[in-house]
């Protein structure tokens, strides 16, 4: 006798799922069961990020802490060029010279693609013009599939929803993805034992452990840290 999963329960509407949350399942189920994923997180200072993106916003409105996050991004996959890669059918490993990266736009059918490419030869302002304008077509359902695909790694920027850390799935055939968190202001011990307030962000990288190892992400990592440091000379200006 079939059983009523929804006996006791008042049912507020059915409808079927939409096809952009059917095949983001898809992909993300293709992804936990084909990719071994291995996480790891990190707080870092952010407080020199702030204060040049108040510097750039005078200069272009569009600037934000996204776009720049997407700039230092390209910067640290130039230096660790086995994170920008991606290993199909589980044999050929192609390691990508275009740093084309995928920000993660939260609408209402889900999260969507915006993949800004060949970041690596875009300064900060075209990176964030491009960004502006994307995410515009993208919410009035105009933007282009050229411009929805071809991403050689991914940013999820899960800070502007308030959320600290998380570990996000890979969007295959990508080999590593970077969940932001939200930047908060926390007291710090310092290197001479003195304390003073910082704003931190928890960064978490997940890679394809069947593509490169945990070292690999680790030195991204560390690249990411430094760059974070002092920002300005990486914004390709």
Known sequence: MAVD????????????ITRPRKYIAGMMSDSLRNYPQASGSCYMPVDALFELKDELKKQDPHVSLTSMFTKLTAQALVENPLVNSALINGEDFYVYDSVNINIGIGLEDGIMPCVIKE???????????ELHENIGLLKE??????????????ISNIGMFGAEQATSILTPPETGILAIGAIYKRLCVNDDDTTSIRRLCCFSITINHAAIDGIHGAH??????????????????
């Open 119 to 129: 970041c690596q030869d875009k300064n900060i302002f075209e990176i964030s013009d």
């Open 5 to 16: 999963i929804n006996a006791g329960k008042r049912v507020r509407e059915v409808s079927k």
């Open 141 to 154: 359902k105009k933007l282009s599939m050229d411009k929805m695909m071809g991403s050689t790694f991914t």
């Open 220 to 237: 991204f990592t560390m690249s990411l840290r430094r760059l974070l440091k002092d920002p300005a000379q990486y914004m390709g200006l």
